[in-house]
């Protein structure tokens, strides 16, 4: 629920008085001004505080985990459909290229695990 114009104002000029500055970044969720409250960036339409996302390198470190977990459903999704039609072939060339297929996609799956658990560490 968005409070009132007249409720976000008076609670502007009271951030102003008790100390707060007023930033020229904006909120992300409404694009007002953000402020800075004992050292808390805030936005005081929102009543939130607001987490800086910066760099781009942060956005994505901040949405790694995210796409590394999608990958990992992916792929193990991909993993029991290639099982499952290694299981039901008998043509030795039909299964080479499915053993290699299936290399690769744990290969991957490894990979991705291995990250995850950096990211997790740092
Ligand atoms: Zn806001």
């Not at 707060?20 to 007002?32: T, W």
Request: charged share 30%.
């Amino acid at each position: 629920m968005m409070s009132s114009d007249a409720d976000y104002i008076r609670r502007m000029s009271d951030a102003l008085r008790s100390g707060a500055k007023m930033l020229s970044e904006i909120c992300p969720v409404c694009n007002s001004p953000l402020f800075e409250v004992k050292g808390e960036l805030r936005c005081i339409r929102c009543d939130k505080p607001v987490v800086r996302v910066h760099e781009e390198s942060e956005t994505l470190a901040a949405s790694t985990p995210i796409i590394l977990s999608r990958l990992e459903n992916a792929l193990s999704a991909k993993i029991d459909v290639m099982t499952a039609l290694l299981q039901r072939s008998g043509e030795p060339e039909e299964i080479r290229l499915l053993s290699e297929t299936l290399s690769s996609l744990i290969k991957l799956f490894r990979e991705s695990r291995k990250l995850s658990e950096e990211l997790r560490k740092s």
